[in-house]
């Protein structure tokens, strides 16, 4: 659980008697919680109230708390990727959109150029495509080491790679 009772009627005590509101702002009730510093609790009236219906507002605080974090949690998946994924996404689609315009092969200075990041980043970031099936590792007939997207080669007669 995120707000303890214990410590929610702790900090009633303390703030006298729930008067100067503490264990309402503890709770994430700041707008009340300052309104009994105010007004000294409603006119204690207020502290009363909450003596009896602590154990609710915590039980409330709690499930409040915990749907903020499921929402947060799902915002990241459903809502898009979180930044480190969002970063990661962009670098593999600038590499397929870079493999795409150049008939399914690109290198790692193209990728790096494109997405302004260091070669050594674009290399790993395709090596980790040709690990996962999605490209192949060639040389050119010129000795560039290339990478070859199969799905995006449109013309194989242009590729002027180096048969293996």
Request: net charge neutral.
């Amino acid at each position: 659980m995120y707000y303890s009772l214990p410590i929610a009627y702790l900090l009633w005590f303390v703030s006298g008697f729930g008067v100067l509101g503490l264990h309402r702002i503890y709770l994430g009730k700041i707008g009340t919680g300052i309104l009994y510093m105010c007004t000294f609790g409603l006119g204690a009236v207020g502290a009363v109230y909450d003596f009896f219906t602590l154990p609710y507002q915590v039980e409330e605080a709690n499930r409040r708390r915990q749907i903020e974090d499921i929402l947060s949690h799902s915002m990241g998946s459903a809502g898009g990727p979180r930044p480190a994924d969002r970063k990661r996404e962009r670098l593999e689609r600038t590499i397929l959109r870079l493999a795409r315009a150049g008939n399914g092969v690109t290198s790692p200075a193209e990728v790096a150029l494109e997405a302004d990041i260091p070669i050594e980043k674009a290399r790993a970031a395709l090596d980790a495509l040709v690990e996962k099936g999605f490209a192949e590792l060639r040389v050119k007939k010129t000795g560039v080491i290339v990478y070859v997207f199969p799905e995006f080669v449109k013309d194989p007669s242009r590729l002027d790679i180096e048969e293996v």
